[in-house]
């Protein structure tokens, strides 16, 4: 028997230049160019796209309210159709009932015949704010993660790096479940055994709500003050626990797990993978039970002296979550060293984009929002890429914030098909 294994990338990409305010804008440039014997598309989808396989075995490619069909394994895509009178999506997934689920931010619909036709729109408890992160356990129950906050101090809300800008925020993680395909949605109970709440020196739990409360060597104490969680993803273990990621201001991505499909949380802590506060994606492997994260890795340092999602990469977990390896570098920015792993520091402490800034060369870039679909044995996946126009010091008294204006948007589309091997026994 011969295996054949199809991988593939869709990349998004919006790309700033960064150099004087009356400097030209050049085109999108990816550094790192698809491997030998990778096929590259481009403009095929934007940004909050997903993708799922159909029965027939074509692939379908969500965006909005619109949809694309590929016959031949993402070479070729048809031109783009609407998927019906408001019907709109940036998340689909099918369901073991065979029924596809396409989430919105706020709803989801059911379709029983392929996505030609969709149902009447779900609600849901709590809209996700991230694209695509719904995701159905082995037992059949859908959770869902989002997360609310934001920032009030709109005074400084003009000053900013990679696209996104310093000014003081809060964002809670909420967890929410369906044992009913999308029909109703529970969250964890409200109040929970205090022999159950409390393990004094082992964890906190929490259901529902997560937030981060440990200290610099990341423990759970409250001794380093709160700790933000945003935009999360969840995904099963091969030992049925739920896994949570979310981004953090801490330098670090945070963590919690949950062994009752969603419903209850051990305490969020600290990750081994360096990161800033920007979104990652964590899926599992469909093939293997292995985890993959997608991730902005940057240093403290790195992050402190202006580069946030300047570094595109990537890590397999083969043991739940526990610990990482296969770290591989994606896309990475002019100006960056191009290093596979970083490993992690102490302490542990809040880092604030830009807080000793150094000037960034004038084609550097960055890359974010990933996303990671599985369709069958394709791997695809996606992110924004954006280069920097017009960077500069805005005033004296804000010496070091820098300003940013976004421009060109592009997207690409990698398929590599390896020549087949025979299978192990």
């Known amino acids: 028997m011969y295996v054949r294994m199809v991988l593939s990338a869709l990349v998004l990409a919006a790309v700033f230049m960064v150099g004087s305010s009356g400097s030209g804008v050049a085109e999108p440039v990816w550094r790192k160019p698809p491997p030998e014997g990778v096929v590259e598309l481009v403009g095929v989808a934007g940004s909050g796209s997903a993708l799922?396989?159909?029965?027939?075995?074509?692939?379908?490619?969500?965006?909005?309210?619109?949809?694309?069909?590929?016959?031949?394994?993402?070479?070729t895509w048809g031109d783009s159709q609407p998927l019906g009178e408001g019907v709109s999506g940036h998340g689909i997934i099918r369901l073991q009932s065979g029924a596809l689920a396409l989430s919105g931010d706020h709803e989801m619909r059911l379709s029983h015949d392929e996505g030609k036709t969709w149902g009447p729109a779900l609600p849901f408890k709590w809209g996700p704010h991230y694209p695509d992160n719904m995701?159905?356990?082995?037992?059949?129950?859908?959770v869902l993660v989002a997360c609310c906050g934001g920032a009030r101090n709109v005074q400084h809300s003009d000053v900013g790096y990679a696209g996104h800008s310093t000014y003081p925020e809060i964002?809670?993680?909420?967890?929410?479940?369906?044992?009913?395909?999308g029909q109703t949605w529970q969250v964890g109970p409200a109040e929970l055994d205090p022999a159950v709440s409390w393990v004094k020196g082992?964890?906190?739990?929490?259901?529902?709500?997560?937030?981060?409360?440990?200290?610099?060597?990341?423990?759970?104490?409250?001794?380093?003050?709160?700790?933000?969680?945003?935009e999360p993803h969840v995904a099963e273990t091969k030992d049925g626990r739920v896994l949570f990621f979310a981004r953090s201001p801490t330098g670090r991505i945070v963590y919690s797990y949950s062994s009752d499909g969603g419903e209850i949380w051990t305490a969020v802590r600290p990750a081994e993978l360096n990161s800033s506060s920007s979104p990652n994606v964590l899926r599992r492997i469909p093939q293997t039970g292995d985890l993959l994260c997608v991730w902005n890795q940057v240093s403290p340092e790195e992050n402190e002296y202006g580069w946030r999602r300047n570094r595109l990469s990537a890590a397999i977990s083969r043991d739940d979550g526990a610990t990482w390896d296969h770290f591989k570098t994606l896309e990475l920015s002019a100006g960056l060293d191009d290093v596979d792993r970083l490993e992690p520091t102490l302490p542990i402490k809040w880092s604030r984009v830009g807080s000793n800034p150094k000037?960034?060369?004038?084609?550097?870039?960055?890359f974010y929002y990933p996303n990671v679909c599985?369709?069958?044995?394709?791997?695809?996946?996606?992110?924004?890429?954006?280069?920097?126009?017009?960077?500069h010091y805005v005033s004296a008294h804000r010496a070091g914030r820098q300003r940013e204006r976004h421009a060109h948007l592009s997207g690409r589309l990698l398929l590599s098909v390896a020549q087949p091997r025979p299978s192990s026994h």
Request: charged share 20%; proline share 3%; with cysteine.
């Open 359 to 366: 000037p960034l060369p004038d084609d550097s870039a960055i």
């Open 52 to 75: 799922v396989e159909l029965k027939d075995g074509s692939v379908m490619l969500v965006q909005g309210g619109s949809y694309r069909i590929s016959t031949d394994g993402g070479l």
């Open 202 to 230: 082992k964890d906190t739990w929490s259901a529902g709500a997560l937030m981060g409360w440990f200290d610099y060597e990341g423990i759970p104490n409250g001794e380093g003050g709160v700790t933000e969680c945003s």
């Open 374 to 391: 599985f369709a069958g044995d394709n791997l695809l996946s996606q992110c924004l890429l954006c280069r920097r126009q017009g960077l």
């Open 135 to 142: 995701i159905q356990l082995s037992t059949g129950r859908l």
């Open 171 to 181: 964002w809670i993680a909420l967890v929410t479940y369906s044992d009913d395909e």
